[in-house]
């Protein structure tokens, strides 16, 4: 059952850019909410999160190039991708953790495919 729905992805050249969007049910009560990438051979890794109180953490090598963003009217999170490169390319995964029953609960999007590639 998908709870975390994603959208944006697909093929750029590098340099070039792309945005992400991911959705949770309006009634999900988030602790915190981001993106996870997965390159072929490698373990999942944080690129960007809103953490516990609202602060945003960002992976050293996505610094100054990408850009994290929320509308927490709609629990809603986008990750605007600028200065592409060939490194980025991975399926990206949403991440949010969730309030429920008096604990944190973990959930995952589906994943899309971002390739940088020229």
């Known amino acids: 059952q998908v709870q975390l729905v994603e959208s944006g992805g697909g093929l750029v050249q590098p340099g070039g850019s792309l945005r992400l969007s991911c959705a949770a049910p309006?009634?999900?009560?988030?602790?915190?909410m981001g993106w996870y990438r997965q390159a072929p051979g490698k373990q999942r890794e944080l690129v960007a999160i809103f953490a516990s109180g609202g602060m945003t953490n960002y992976a050293g090598s996505v610094k100054g190039r990408f850009t994290i963003s929320r509308d927490n009217t709609k629990n809603t999170v986008n990750l605007q991708m600028n200065s592409l490169k060939p490194e980025d390319t991975a399926v990206y995964y949403c991440n949010a953790e969730v309030y429920q029953g008096g604990r944190l609960v973990g959930y995952w999007g589906q994943g899309t495919q971002v390739t940088v590639s020229s």
């Open positions: 309006v009634f999900f009560n988030i602790n915190t």
